[in-house]
């Protein structure tokens, strides 16, 4: 007899899922605890393990886009005084963190060091043209003078200026604002990540959670110290959490998640924002709230990151973070692209921004039983500051303190299908097990049935 009608269904769905309601009472708490066992496992950092496999290798793509802003009015600017107006463009896309992690360490104590080696390639197919398109973009050498030398240094500046036939903008190929140009002024190399190739981040000295899974990827040490030395403060200068690649096990989402980033000099926190669907695999996204770049006056915390009166408007400026000292001295403020989140006054002196929260929001997926980002975008923006000055020839129209955007960059990875395929494998694989106490526990069911069948 066929089984077509609705009835028949239904009565199949009843009887299956009061099946599943009943081994599912008797297995959820074993199988909770034999993959929270595993999971425990496989989530330290150490050879052997998934989140080591996951933790050495440097297969998964990484790719950092590039939009760069262009000055449509340079002559305006310099000559009267106008608000600048940017146009971008973009994006020059390259590939990243194609480096395996160097010099790697186990120590006695539970902690790993490592160094993260940088370097660039430029994928054309990802990108509007080649890294042979020019910019107009601000002079670097000129905004950096600016702000490093004391007001009494500007009429020889200004000379050094004119002799150079330098103005406040210059025309850049993409190549060049990016990975260095020899600069006529400071007669040095220069460029937004110069240099980049052959150099390397840390090291690292971060937990493998071997004594503690708690722990797990929280870094211990950067650079040889427990806290940075940027801020001079000891909320600001805190080194919290992971470098965002990965946090403990077991997520809980009304807990934040805390990573450091040495790009732009801070740790940060980020969200549960939402349970999103990635390629088959459940993963929470988190995103960076608005008070991480709020001003100090809505949020008091960031009042260590506000280093200078004059150009935040006694630090009421919101969405831009002053990393100066963490650059040299060199004016360079980090904000979300297209000031997004920011303070208005930032897009009413320079003309042609549109943030977005979709496209310009920085957030990261964590798949919540093992604690794996499995997909993120960091995006943040570069910009320089530049005034007013009266002894600068192409300064003195300008009418007030500007951050000027450079570029604004896109970081992304998401785990690749074959990736998915694996982990959805791995876990499942793990879940098997479960298969296995399940025949123990219907053998178990069915001998008791039978016992029982014998004895009526
Ligand atoms: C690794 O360590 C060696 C020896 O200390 C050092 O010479 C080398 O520069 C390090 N590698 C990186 C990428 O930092
Ligand atoms: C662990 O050992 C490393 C290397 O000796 C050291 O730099 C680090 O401070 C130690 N960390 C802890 C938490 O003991
Ligand atoms: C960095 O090194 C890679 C690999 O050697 C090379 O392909 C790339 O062009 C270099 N990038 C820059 C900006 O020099
Ligand atoms: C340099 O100064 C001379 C004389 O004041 C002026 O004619 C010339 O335009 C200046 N050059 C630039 C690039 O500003
Ligand atoms: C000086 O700058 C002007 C405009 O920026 C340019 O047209 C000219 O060729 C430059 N001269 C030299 C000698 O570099
Ligand atoms: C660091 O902060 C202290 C007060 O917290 C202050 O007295 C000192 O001048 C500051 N140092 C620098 C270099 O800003
Ligand atoms: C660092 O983490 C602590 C909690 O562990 C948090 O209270 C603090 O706000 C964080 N600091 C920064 C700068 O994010
Ligand atoms: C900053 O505060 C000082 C003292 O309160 C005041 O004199 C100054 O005008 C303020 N500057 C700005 C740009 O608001
Ligand atoms: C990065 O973000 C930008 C803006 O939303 C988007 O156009 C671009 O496709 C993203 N890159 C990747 C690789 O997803």
Not at 81 to 105: D, I, M, S, W
Request: a negative charge.
């Amino acid at each position: 007899m066929g089984c077509f009608s609705i009835k028949c269904g239904l009565l199949a769905g009843s009887v299956f899922g009061a099946v599943i309601a009943i081994l599912g009472g008797i297995l959820i708490p074993v199988g909770d605890m034999i993959i929270e066992r595993t999971v425990k496992k496989e989530a330290v950092i150490e050879p052997g393990t998934t989140a080591y496999d996951n933790w050495a290798s440097s297969e998964i793509a990484v790719y950092r886009q590039f939009w760069l802003f262009d000055v449509k009015n340079p002559q305006q600017v310099v000559q009267e005084g106008a608000f600048p107006e940017v146009q971008e463009k973009g994006p020059y896309t390259y590939k990243t963190r194609y480096l395996p992690k160097a010099n790697v360490t186990f120590n006695p104590n539970n902690t790993a060091s490592f160094v993260l080696p940088m370097g660039a390639i430029f994928e054309p197919s990802m990108s509007v043209g080649p890294e042979e398109d020019t910019v107009t973009t601000l002079n670097l050498a000129v905004a950096g003078a600016y702000s490093l030398l004391p007001p009494a240094s500007h009429i020889l500046l200004d000379m050094v200026i004119n002799s150079t036939n330098s103005s406040l903008f210059q025309h850049r190929t993409v190549k060049e604002l990016l990975w260095g140009y020899n600069d006529p002024i400071l007669k040095d190399t220069i460029g937004l990540f110069s240099p980049y190739n052959g150099t390397s981040d840390g090291p690292y000295n971060i937990f493998t959670g071997k004594d503690d899974i708690s722990k797990v990827s929280i870094i211990d040490r950067w650079r040889g110290e427990t806290k940075l030395s940027f801020w001079n403060d000891t909320y600001c200068d805190m080194i919290n959490g992971t470098d965002g690649s990965s946090f403990a096990p077991f997520v809980d989402k009304d807990v934040p998640l805390y990573f450091f980033s040495s790009d732009i000099c801070r740790s940060v926190s980020a969200s549960y924002e939402a349970t999103m669907n990635l390629k088959g695999i459940e993963v929470y996204r988190y995103s960076l709230l608005p008070s991480t770049l709020a001003s100090p006056v809505d949020n008091p915390d960031n009042k260590c990151f506000c280093r200078n009166y004059e150009t935040t408007k006694n630090c009421t400026l919101a969405g831009a973070l002053d990393i100066s000292s963490c650059s040299d001295g060199r004016p360079v403020f980090i904000s979300l692209p297209h000031f997004l989140q920011g303070s208005e006054y930032l897009r009413e002196v320079v003309l042609g921004l549109h943030p977005d929260e979709e496209h310009h929001k920085t957030f990261l997926d964590v798949e919540p039983i093992t604690g794996f980002t499995l997909n993120f975008a960091k995006r943040i923006q570069a910009n320089m500051m530049y005034g007013p000055a009266k002894d600068i020839t192409v300064l003195n129209k300008v009418k007030d303190y500007t951050l000027l955007p450079l570029a604004w960059l896109n970081e992304t990875a998401t785990l690749d299908d074959k990736t998915a395929d694996m982990f959805k494998r791995e876990l499942i694989s793990r879940i098997d097990m479960l298969e296995i106490v399940q025949q123990v526990l219907l053998i178990a069911g069915t001998s008791r049935g039978r016992a029982h069948g014998n004895y009526s």
